[in-house]
């Protein structure tokens, strides 16, 4: 794959999105790319935290709107990259968007399906779909659960760029770091989610994605049955095992 690398350490991935020259903006090539890439970590049991970046000074600039603008890009495409995101948002394996740099149009709507958002102070975050006579896809319908309908309404409707700090305000992104603490940042907050029990995060993240969605008595007995897996767990028993030997 030449637009999208992946490498694999273990329990951690390394997705590199990876057309640099163009602000590793996305043409059909890379579409296809991504999607390869999804689909191989689906079939990565062992991979517990999938860390996203973009080559360059840039995260993903979205569409490639020359590609666009020339007939190579069409409504497929857009398909297909958001079928690429609604797998990640499905798998239960944790992805972590560390945003380097510009993160405009697709970009952003790909780190909206990311567990964590993790940005540089540098980064420069939003949708300008609509100055396109685009939609941004369905961070329609992610973005208001993400941050309200008013912050959403502004970002979409307007499609003006915001500074990583705002968007820190707005709740877009989860934490802001200076460019020079970025790396380090990075794996720090990776080794924190591998140290947590893989069943309790597998859980959390599958009921949280589903909190929007389901009335409170059907989300109940869901959250029972997934309670009841974790306490059945060999995490579970390896946890209590831990605070056992603590208090001894």
């Known amino acids: 794959m030449d637009t999208v690398r992946l490498s694999v350490d273990g329990p951690i991935a ?12 996305g043409d059909a090539v890379w579409v296809r ?33 020359k590609a666009l603008a020339g007939g190579r890009f069409a409504l497929a495409d857009f398909v297909a990259w958001e079928d690429a995101m609604t797998a990640i948002e499905r798998m239960d394996t944790l992805f972590v968007a560390g945003i380097n740099g510009h993160c405009l149009g697709g970009g952003l709507q790909l780190t909206l399906v990311c567990d964590y958002r993790l940005a540089s102070e540098d980064a420069l975050l939003g949708l300008p779909a609509v100055k396109e006579c685009l939609i941004p ?58 140290a947590l029990p893989r069943e309790s995060v597998r859980a959390s993240k599958r009921l949280l994605a589903r909190a929007f969605d389901l009335d409170f008595a059907t989300f109940r007995r869901e959250m029972e049955i997934e309670l009841t897996r974790c306490l059945a767990s060999d995490d579970h028993r390896r946890a209590m095992e831990a605070i056992r030997a ?3």
Request: net charge neutral.
């Open 137 to 194: 896809s369905m961070s329609l319908y992610r973005l208001p659960r993400l941050v309200g309908a008013a912050r959403a309404k502004e970002l979409i409707l307007l499609g003006e760029p915001i500074t990583a700090r705002e968007a820190e305000r707005y709740g877009l992104v989860n934490r802001v770091v200076p460019a020079a603490e970025f790396p380090e940042a990075l794996d720090a907050l990776v080794e924190r989610f591998l």
């Open 33 to 65: 790319d991504l999607t390869t890439v999804v689909t191989r970590l689906a079939d990565e049991p062992d991979v517990r935290v999938v860390v996203l970046t973009g080559a360059g000074r840039a995260f993903c600039t979205g569409v490639d709107l």
């Open 14 to 25: 390394r997705v590199t999105l990876d057309r640099p020259e163009v602000l590793n903006a």
């Open 246 to 248: 603590r208090g001894r």
